[in-house]
């Protein structure tokens, strides 16, 4: 089974609209990590967001947040405002505990395109 | 800017080659990994070091070793290259090895096999 599914390979938003990045994950740790990654066309990869299977509240940074429904196991990045730059392939991943520890888990990614 | 070095930006080589990829991690992280992204397989975890020793170990081939040095930078040797090692190969770090630390990728390293 998948550890982490980004059901949509593509999504398109307008500039300055709201867009949710859908991510669900499968463990059967107690403890476990969520991270956000984008990927501009350029290569790198850029660190967005974090989320701890233990934090109450759903995390934010700046124009990102994520959307934690930890009984859907559901992590969905709800990126505000799109701007032009936004425009990427984003990944979904998770870090568990027990012999997976130390490496991240990542979905296939979805690719993001916002238009003028 | 991640503040993790990848070198080289891009290694053009043949099939039977060895290469080195080298990293240096962010300033204080102590914790490397080692990534691997190719068309067909995504990003997959090769390997992580903390402080010098192994860590964890993903499904990194016999072919590929790595190191981690007293001064915390890592190499990543690759040899009797194949043509199916062509990808892009991410070097990560973080303060610590725990779970609820971010990785911090590096610019990583093109891999191309003639």
């Known amino acids: 089974a998948q550890k982490i599914t980004q059901t949509q390979p593509g999504m398109f938003v307008q500039e300055k609209e709201a867009v949710t990045l859908d991510c669900t994950y499968d463990?059967?740790?107690?403890?476990?990590?969520l991270f956000w990654y984008k990927q501009p066309s350029s290569g790198e990869m850029i660190f967005l967001i974090y989320?701890?299977?233990?934090?109450?509240q759903n995390a934010t940074e700046g124009r990102y947040s994520l959307n934690f429904q930890k009984a859907r196991k559901s992590a969905n990045l709800v990126i505000s405002a799109s701007q032009l730059g936004d425009s990427a392939m984003y990944f979904c991943a998770m870090r568990e505990g027990g012999t997976s520890y130390g490496k991240l888990t990542f979905g296939q990614g979805t690719i993001l395109t916002v238009h003028p | 800017d991640s503040g993790v070095t990848q070198t080289p930006k891009h290694l053009i080589t043949a099939t039977g080659q060895r290469v080195t990829l080298r990293c240096s991690p962010r300033?204080?992280?102590?914790?490397v990994y080692w990534y691997q992204q190719s068309l067909d397989q995504g990003l997959q975890f090769l390997i992580q070091?903390?402080?010098?020793?192994?860590?964890a170990k993903g499904n990194i081939l016999e072919r590929f070793s790595a190191q981690q040095f007293p001064d915390l930078h890592s190499e990543l040797n690759l040899s009797s290259l194949e043509l199916g090692d062509s990808a892009l190969y991410f070097c990560?770090?973080?303060?610590?090895?725990?779970?609820?630390?971010?990785?911090?990728f590096g610019d990583g390293t093109r891999l191309s096999i003639l």
């Open positions: 070091y903390y402080n010098g020793e192994e860590r």
């Open positions: 990560a770090s973080s303060l610590r090895g725990d779970l609820f630390q971010p990785q911090h």
């Open positions: 463990t059967s740790d107690q403890s476990y990590g």
């Open positions: 300033s204080g992280d102590l914790s």
């Open positions: 989320q701890g299977s233990y934090d109450e």
